[in-house]
Structures are given as structure tokens and as C-alpha cells.
Nanobody
Framework: QVQLVESGGGLVQAGGSLRLSCVASIRAFTNYNMGWFRQAPGKEREFVGAINWNGGRTSYSDSVKGRFTISRDHHKNTVYLQMNSLKPEDTAVYYC????????????????????WGQGTQVSVSS
């Protein structure tokens, strides 16, 4: 059974930073690519970024590229999303997801490609 638990969300002013964490209860963490998605009220779930199984490759959406960074710690079975220069439009519930790795690249940008999901953590950015 795979469980993903996000934390680190909160309220921050525009221009501020937050770091989200996602602890994975996975027997073989390095067998999985990890992704971050977000969903704002009334909007579809949106790809934020992804990291491949060994942390060597990442991909990001254009809206967060240069501001957000994904990393992972295999000793802690944790994936992080460092968010800098936050904007009000970043306000959403953020979810981490896991997908069994096939090949060297991160998993795709489609939410349905991922097998396991966390419960989400709220990020609110005030102007």
C-alpha cells in the first residue's frame, strides 16, 4: 500500500517562499517518479513539476519554471517542492503523486499517468 502525505502549505504574501514536503510510504521509493500538481477552485488539476526516480531529471510547467524547484531525499523517502517568488495565482491545493518509473525521464504532465496521490496541502498567496 502506497501512502503519500503532504505538508508545508500555508498563507504567505506575494513574493514569499514556501517549501512543501511529501513523505512517501513506499517500499522501494527509487522505483517511482514523483510529481506535483495543483488545483485551484473551479479549475482543473494542473501539472506543476516532476522528478525522475533518481532525482537526476526534472520538468516544470512554464508558469513555475525558474521559481519552483523539485528535489527528493531517498534516505527520508521525501520529495520537496521549493516555491519562491510566489504569486497570488499560485494559490491552490497542492498534491504530490507517484508513478512507477519506466526509463530515465520524469513521468508525464497528465494527472492520470500517476498511480498514487496524497491528500493535498493548501497554499494561499495574498497580494
Amino acid at each position: 500500500q502506497v501512502q503519500l502525505v503532504e505538508s508545508g502549505g500555508g498563507l504567505v504574501q506575494a513574493g514569499g517562499s514556501l517549501r512543501l514536503s511529501c513523505v512517501a510510504s513506499i517500499r522501494a521509493f527509487t522505483n517511482y517518479n514523483m510529481g506535483w500538481f495543483r488545483q485551484a477552485p473551479g479549475k482543473e488539476r494542473e501539472f506543476v513539476g516532476a522528478i525522475n526516480w533518481n532525482g537526476g531529471r526534472t520538468s516544470y510547467s512554464d508558469s513555475v519554471k525558474g521559481r519552483f524547484t523539485i528535489s527528493r531525499d531517498h534516505h527520508k523517502n521525501t520529495v520537496y517542492l521549493q516555491m519562491n517568488s510566489l504569486k497570488p495565482e499560485d494559490t491552490a491545493v497542492y498534491y504530490c503523486a507517484a508513478d512507477r518509473a519506466v526509463g530515465p525521464d520524469p513521468s508525464g504532465r497528465d494527472w492520470y499517468a500517476y498511480d498514487f496521490w496524497g491528500q493535498g496541502t493548501q497554499v494561499s498567496v495574498s497580494s
